[in-house]
């Protein structure tokens, strides 16, 4: 798990952040959801579709992953099965101006 204040999170942290309102990005592909689970109260965008999703426009956002997108302020964690990826993932939002 990575997020940009602390790059690397704990489960109990995960959770105790998602008691707030972060938004709970899981970039693995969708095969690896379907084989290894679901993360509760995550959305998965998996990473080839990240960039274009987080320029989406927001209602496009909304019907795509029934959730509400993001804005370049809000709390945003990425997770996926190693780690590698959710540091892609946040330099990909950190590039497109989320902080």
């Given at each position: 798990l990575c997020a940009a204040a602390a790059p690397n999170l704990s489960y109990q942290e995960l959770k105790d952040l998602k008691k707030a309102s972060v938004l709970h990005i899981d970039v693995r592909e969708r095969w690896e959801i379907d084989r290894f689970g679901k993360i509760p109260e995550s959305i998965n965008i998996p990473l080839g579709e990240l960039m274009e999703a987080l320029q989406m426009d927001p209602t496009e956002f909304k019907e795509q992953y029934n959730q509400k997108m993001p804005s370049k302020s809000d709390p945003v964690v990425f997770?996926?099965?190693?780690?590698?990826?959710?540091?892609?993932?946040?330099?990909f939002a950190m590039s497109l101006g989320f902080s």
């Open positions: 997770s996926c099965l190693a780690g590698t990826r959710s540091k892609q993932a946040l330099a």
